[in-house]
DNA sequence: ACCTGAACACCGTTCAAGT
DNA sequence: ACCTGAACACCGTTCAAGT
């Protein structure tokens, strides 16, 4: 059964989050860069210049559609396990955004430190932080290392997953010519899709670790992980 | 005195690299997104269409510049320091991009792995692992976790920069206030510009740490750094 | 081989107008 | 308050044509 025209205009009037909740769909369809504001209006059943009433431009959309990945990913900081453990599911939960919703992610990237929404993020976030012990300096470095990771490893997640656009065609075979390329063809068998799980889990492990044993050296005497002690 | 009109297309003809070079230095004045065929034909002197006669698309071109920043970071692998310092320098190397071309380093980000040039950095790079002792699967590892990090950061370190263009304007002040966001306000200020040497420089080398410490305990018996054993 | 110029099918956004 | 429609100033790219 076929189904019907306009059939968004029929439901309700629109509303931001319903127009937020459009655009992702779009998105993870076809790509952030294919994402206009008249396909989203026709996807709406209206015109591309009825969307203006609800957000001032383009860029407060894709606002909007960031905030819906980061209410996806923040449960994962809610919880009973210590603090550490949170933290854990909440950088994994960072990085199934990049698995779930591959062509979107960029926005995480691109696009932070925004709305209101993205500040109860970082709040919620950096309490956890602050729950697991850590004071503001050393909350910010390990912010910066594990949320660097997290953003840089899934944004190559997806160049592994080849969901680049515009990307010249280079298949992954390319990459496996010993001749030319022997340190590249050896590395990339264990950078294949079937091993980014992996991958990931070590990378973040040796950051909690560090974090793990700042915090225990902290405890048997405020020394930095690199044994200096610190003054001022 | 005053600039004649196309200076360029007095001096010769077209080359791929000199176009490139025009358009870093585009992007580096007004930004990636701002960067048209049209306009950076016009730098040069030429209509836009010329253009096509060196790349086939846009995309080849963008390809092309980040081939131009893989050439000022490559070097920092050379020289006679033990191959784990000059992969520090490396590290450091790519994440200097984000400081000379903020408006460029998104190439970096968003288009690995193309043009022979991207494969030669990474084949450098690999090598440069591999002398520091690492096995295959240890390369892709830390290869990962340190290529994650320094994009991340990198990347992150944009926005602190305040560089990306149609965000909404939030002003760092913002983020202080103490009353809704008491973490983020108390973590900011570790994360001003004055403080992202500092930042990048602790994660890095916890990065570094991990690796050394993996290269340790590997030749006192072929263990992780978990301490499990290896077996098939 | 290298470049031009018109054209096509798009963009985001402004603005005046409708209901 | 919410949406339309025409218009403006752009895009990347194709194509036939010039030299």
Redesign the pocket.
Known sequence: MPVRRKPAAITA??NPRAICAAALKLIDADGLE??????L?TTLG?????L???F????ELLDGVTDLLLDEAEPALDGDAPPLERLRRGFHAVRNIAITHPRAFWLLAARRFRTPRALAFYEHLLQTFRDAGFDAHHSARFFRLAGGFVIGAGVAEIGSRALNP?ATPVVLEDFFDPEHYPRVSEVVPYLRISQLDDIFEYGIETIIQAMQRHLNSNRDGARTPRGRRKRK
């Not at 294919?34 to 396909?39: E, G, T, V, W």
């Not at 209206?46 to 009825?50: F, I, L, P, T, Y």
């Open positions: 009037p629109l294919s994402l206009s504001m008249r396909k209006g209206v015109e591309a210049m009825a203006y009433h609800h001032s431009n383009k860029g515009d």
